[in-house]
Structure formats: structure tokens, C-alpha cells
């Protein structure tokens, strides 16, 4: 029997049903992380050591007119000797779901630590940039980014 005027056949209230319990598992997983999540994410990885400013340059632009493809390209200054490397550096971006983007692993045998990448940002947001040394300290940048809709501002 075929549906009338606003009647819903079988199969579309299977994919209608299908659709809202995706939505409603996916729906708790899009929320945006919070200062908790990402001081949370931070501690995991570096206990209570403070990073310290200078040695990383990060790359990127201040306004994206595309939040799904941002270039990012980091490097830090280092000899990249056996005694004086770049073990780590690793990209956050504060108000994404997940808000660690990338980590990169370096060894004195990479010549320079720098990679290039792009990320998606789903909203204006902070990308921030550690750097792991050899010697056990740490620095820091961070850059904000401002994400527009279609190039308008937003």
C-alpha cells in the first residue's frame, strides 16, 4: 500500500528513527572542550612542569575563511645534536571537541624539528604549541585563530 498526503511509509520512519538515535549518540561527543578537558589533556602529558616562552615558531593564519582546512606549520629552534633535541612537539586547539590536534616525535637524526599540517577548527578559538626538549624543559606558544563563515567575519 503506497502512503497518502502525509503519511509516512515504513521505510522512511526506520530511516527517520535511524537518523535521531544517531543524532542522540553522536550529540554528547560534538560538545566543545572547556579549560577542564584541556588542563586535563596537559597534565597527561607534562605533570606540573610550566613551560617556558620562545623556541617554537608556529605558523598560522590569524583569520581562516575555511575552519576544515587550516595550515599549520611549526618549527623549533634546536641543534638537533644527541645531546640537544626536540623530543616532542605537540598542538592543541582549545575549542575543539578533542582539543589535542597533533603530536609530532623527533630524534637528533630528523636535522630540524619542524612539520607542516592542516587541522580543522570548528569555531574562532587559541591553537596552542608545546615543545618537548631532551633536557626535560619546556616552552610554549599560542596563536588565536579567528574561523569565518564563508569569508564574512564571524
Do not use: W
Amino acid at each position: 500500500m503506497q502512503p497518502g498526503l502525509g503519511q509516512i511509509s515504513r521505510r522512511g520512519a526506520l530511516r527517520v528513527g535511524a537518523m535521531a538515535a544517531l543524532a542522540a549518540y553522536l550529540a554528547p561527543r560534538m560538545a566543545f572542550a572547556d579549560a577542564a578537558a584541556l588542563e586535563a589533556a596537559l597534565k597527561k602529558l607534562f605533570g606540573d612542569k610550566k613551560p617556558a616562552a620562545g623556541k617554537i615558531k608556529l605558523d598560522i593564519p590569524e583569520i581562516a575563511e575555511n575552519g576544515l582546512v587550516v595550515p599549520v606549520t611549526i618549527s623549533v629552534e634546536s641543534p638537533m645534536t644527541d645531546a640537544d633535541y626536540v623530543k616532542a612537539v605537540h598542538i592543541f586547539a582549545d575549542g575543539n571537541p578533542q582539543p589535542e590536534v597533533v603530536s609530532y616525535h623527533f630524534t637528533p637524526a630528523c636535522g630540524n624539528a619542524s612539520a607542516s599540517t592542516r587541522m580543522r577548527l570548528a569555531q574562532t578559538q587559541n591553537v596552542v604549541c608545546f615543545a618537548e626538549m631532551s633536557d626535560g624543559s619546556l616552552y610554549s606558544t599560542s596563536a588565536q585563530v579567528k574561523v569565518t563563515i564563508g569569508g564574512c567575519g564571524g
